[in-house]
């Protein structure tokens, strides 16, 4: 069980974090949440201080900091969902600590546990994001870019050493499925009571458009065609590792376990591309006159 001075750091380290991000935030009804939830967790912290004093380390700043930058990338919802998953592991050693706690500091404890239990999920789940509403929408556009682009530029090794074809081939590729997918997303989200189709089409295309940008980009950086595919694959499972990380933490899954299948998946598809690029290109060829 931890101690009173780690309890007192970690809901003081939360209170940091929730009132860095309550001033970044600009949609007044998220910042009354996230400012009540600072307010919150000062409260906890002073409560561990009075059991055992402690001054926090600059530390605590540091990681506010890059949570704060977590929140500009990925949204509030996934920064909540991250300081969350430790919730579960507080509960239990609060319940273990009001054991062995009487009168008003057990009362206040108990409270503190209902808060840690409640309280903050519930004010979570006010915060009405549309990355979080149209998640689906996202992950559809950039998982399926990923592994389309690596398919192509993997083809066209076996056909052409130019790094420039291989790059447009790549963009013609994308943008031509981008604008597939889009559409595929404006039916299906139709029929979904409580979204936008033309916000979930958009999402997927320019997500999709994005991903394929990112992946194209090496091959007109570099003329040589197997360094750029290096670093096409390598942007590929950035992305992915990106997508996978927010993915586990919104749903609660293994991320390790869903980031190797994914990366299998990539690089799986990247040899089967290949190999066929270069049966055809060697039957038909193609090699030697592009």
């Known amino acids: 069980m931890g101690s009173a001075r780690e309890f007192a750091l970690k809901e003081f380290q939360e209170y940091v974090v929730y009132s860095w991000l309550a001033r970044v935030e600009r949609n007044p009804r998220r910042k009354e949440i996230l400012q009540t939830l600072a307010l919150q967790e000062r409260g906890h912290y002073e409560f561990w201080r009075r059991q055992e004093p402690v001054e926090p380390g600059r530390w605590i700043y540091a990681k506010a900091a890059l949570l704060v930058i977590l929140r500009l990338i990925f949204g509030i919802t996934f920064v909540g969902k991250l300081m969350e998953r430790g919730e579960r592991d507080i509960v239990s050693e609060y319940s273990a600590a009001a054991i062995a706690m009487e009168g008003e500091d057990r009362r206040i404890l108990e409270a503190i546990i209902e808060d840690e239990r409640s309280h903050e999920a519930e004010m979570l789940a006010q915060v009405d994001e549309t990355i979080v509403k149209y998640m689906g929408a996202l992950v559809l556009g950039l998982s399926d870019a990923i592994v389309e682009i690596t398919g192509a530029h993997a083809g066209t090794l076996g056909t052409t050493n130019d790094t420039l074809i291989a790059g447009v081939i790549g963009l013609i590729v994308g943008v031509s499925a981008s604008i597939s997918m889009a559409s595929a997303s404006y039916l299906q989200t139709k029929h979904e009571t409580g979204k936008s189709p033309r916000t979930a089409a958009a999402i997927t295309g320019f997500g999709y458009m994005g991903a394929v940008a990112l992946m194209s980009l090496p091959y007109f950086l570099t003329h ?9 694959i390598s942007v590929g499972v950035m992305l992915a590792l990106m997508l996978t990380f927010q ?24 040899m089967l591309s290949y190999l066929l690029g270069d049966v055809l290109g060697t039957a038909l060829g193609i090699r030697g006159l592009i």
Request: hydrophobic share 50%; charged share 5%.
């Open 224 to 232: 040589i065609i197997y360094l750029a595919f290096a670093a096409s």
């Open 247 to 270: 993915g586990s933490v919104y749903s609660g899954t293994n991320f390790r376990g869903e980031f190797v299948q994914t990366a299998i998946l990539l690089l799986g598809t990247a």
